[in-house]
């Protein structure tokens, strides 16, 4: 079964210092986002992509968040420079155009320390 | 603004009983109610959706109910496992947006 791959799995970092996170969507989904989850709390969008396209970033910090999905495909996140308070799960979903269900991937945990 | 609350924050019930977690949204103008299931540490994997022309959906042991008159759905759980042991987590769908609840924690004991 296609799943939405997210590497890495974990990521430690120091505060001030960048940090980048990758996703690849089942193949064929054109729709893209980024969530952030804070512990204890649920995902909120940081950004939507179709195709290449960024459909919706109003909730991301683009102060020192930013993000690509050059080719349509595979996306990247990148923060820089992390804060103490990104310290939170990153999860990437996709879904086919036209249909309803976003498909998450596994996350990548991101510790600043 | 739209928000989602998800009533039990935790909830603990012994092996084989039947359960019901509560969630409401502010904003009735959903497309769809979508619950998914959080294992501790990893991503979300979507149990049920319910469109807005639906009433409730099942499947095995899960039931969604929805109203959008009310803001409400709630999610039955027949005859709890611990594999069940789990956060649960509903979304209201607003066009190509999910709004999320903050969860509910679920532990079957054995």
């Known amino acids: 079964e296609a799943e939405v791959a997210q590497s890495p799995r974990y990521k430690i970092t120091e505060k001030s210092q960048a940090v980048a996170f990758w996703c690849d969507p089942i193949?064929?989904?054109?729709?893209l986002y980024w969530y952030r989850q804070i512990l204890g709390q649920g995902p909120e969008l940081l950004v939507q992509?179709?195709?290449?396209?960024?459909?919706?970033d109003s909730q991301l910090p683009k102060d020192r968040f930013s993000a690509e999905r050059l080719k349509g495909v595979d996306s990247t996140l990148k923060i820089q420079p992390a804060e103490l308070g990104d310290s939170a799960m990153y999860l990437c979903a996709s879904r086919i155009t036209g249909t309803w269900e976003q498909y998450f991937g596994p996350g990548t945990r991101l510790t600043v320390t | 603004k739209q928000e989602v609350t998800q009533i039990p924050a935790a909830l603990s019930v012994p092996e084989g009983e039947n359960l019901v977690l509560n969630c409401s949204f502010t904003d009735s103008a959903i497309y769809n109610l979508q619950w998914f299931r959080q294992d501790p540490g990893k991503g979300l994997t979507s149990l049920l959706l319910?469109?807005?022309?639906?009433r409730e959906q099942t499947s095995g042991r899960l039931n969604a109910s929805l109203d959008k008159s009310s803001g409400r759905s709630t999610l039955y759980i027949a005859a709890s496992q611990p594999g069940d042991s789990a956060t649960y987590l509903c979304?209201?769908?607003?066009?190509?947006?999910?709004?999320f609840g903050a969860g509910t924690i679920l532990r079957v004991k054995s």
């Open positions: 992509f179709q195709d290449e396209s960024v459909v919706d």
């Open positions: 193949s064929g989904h054109a729709t």
């Open positions: 979304a209201a769908v607003y066009g190509n947006k999910l709004v």
């Open positions: 319910i469109q807005s022309s639906q």
